[in-house]
């Protein structure tokens, strides 16, 4: 088989996982309105999809090249395949929390599994950064995509409407799709494992001490803090559409796509980019002017007057404002994973991306939680205006993890040749 199929394939999967995990923000309006829940209740969703993300890669990231990776990917896409079903069958909140349980176990499984596929097919740490960059893209075109698929079952007339739950119906076959397809590409998964055989207590050592790294202490940080800004706005800006912009509920999550769009456009842009350019100044660049979106955007956002029933001619310009922040957030996260990954061999990669997917996870729910808090106690604006503060502090980390990476030796191997 050749690495462009397995590539592709490897796309798709993550194409399907956006949209089940970045529908949390639209689903928190949903349940809001259906379930009559408060903002800090529903915004434990984000900890169900994203504790269990943290928790699995903790126990399984250190053996999984023993499970197979192919075998990981099977299994998370069988169980969110499941849990979309359960959603218009049995329409609660507590199914809701269900199956972003599920998604967050199945990611767990899938982006060890599909970081680590990429080290096998990638041929230099220029080349990885390319492709790592496209494969971001491409989950990002699933979350644009995501907002319109669930806009167009919501109900803006009804706000208790539950129609909006038929949008399973189609993920379900999505998931479904993507398992055949995953099932009929083989790929041969031997330069995953370790140069010597190692028990199951020894793996799981083996990536915690990883973790007393410098570069990889600085990189864990940077990571936590990039998704924690990304959480923060992707799953509270529908709700910061709906109430503070005052846009009807369904274009308050059609106007996040416009967000949604400006990560893919920014993420398949840099897929070219970062294999031409040196990725340090141009994160550093990335950062600036995240900040000076949040500081031009957000004074628009004070007083805002719109009709009900508004349209997109309608809409006030902080709502197309703001969401350019995702062009300069996109390079960000796929780079500095990246650089790590391909500072480290192969039968490391599994390991390192467990501990990424965790304080990832422990990012999102901790920037959503936040998020969240001070919407509801202060305000939207005020809620926004935070994000500078980790922003500023990933320009620190930044620095410090460029020179551990300059000081540390590594690289990425030979690509593995993958079987017919």
Known sequence: MQNRRIIWVLFLIYFTFAILLNSVGTVILQVINNYGVSKSAASVLEGFKDLPIAVVSFLVASFLPRIGYKKAMLTGLAIVTGAALAMPLLPSFATTKVLFLCVGISFALVKVSVYSTLGLVAADRRQ??????????????????????????????????????????????????????????????????????????Q??????????????????????????????????????????????????????????????????????????????PVMNACLLGMGAVVLIAL???????????????????????????????????????????????????????????IFSALGGTTGSLITGYVFGAFSGHFAFYLTLVPIAIVLVTLYFFKRAVDGSDGGLEAPAIISQ
């Open 128 to 201: 990885h950064a390319g492709i790592m960059n496209t494969l971001e893209g491409f989950f990002m075109v699933g979350v644009l995509c995501a907002y319109w698929v669930f806009s167009f079952f919501i109900d803006s007339a009804d706000p208790r409407s539950q129609s909006w739950l038929h949008v399973y119906w189609v993920l379900a076959g999505l998931c479904a799709l993507t398992f055949v397809l995953l099932l009929a590409t083989p790929f041969d998964e031997r330069l995953a494992a370790p140069p010597e055989a190692r028990s199951l207590p």
């Open 299 to 357: 004074p628009m956002t004070h007083d805002v007057v719109v009709a009900p029933g508004a349209g997109w001619r309608d809409a006030p310009l902080a709502a197309f404002l703001f969401p350019l922040i995702g062009l300069f957030m996109a390079p960000v996260y796929p780079g500095i994973n990246s650089v790590m990954l391909s500072s480290l061999p192969k039968h490391q990669h599994s390991a390192m991306t467990g501990l990424l997917v």
């Open 203 to 280: 793996e799981f050592a083996a990536m915690l001490k990883l973790f007393f790294k410098p570069l990889v202490c600085v990189f864990v940080l940077t990571a936590f803090l990039y998704v924690l800004i990304e959480q923060s706005v992707g799953t509270w800006l529908p709700t910061f559409n709906n109430e503070i912009l005052h846009l009807p509920a369904a274009m308050s999550v059609q106007v996040t796509s416009i967000f949604a769009a400006c990560l893919a456009a920014g993420r398949l842009s840099a897929g070219v980019l970062m294999r031409r350019l040196n990725w340090y």
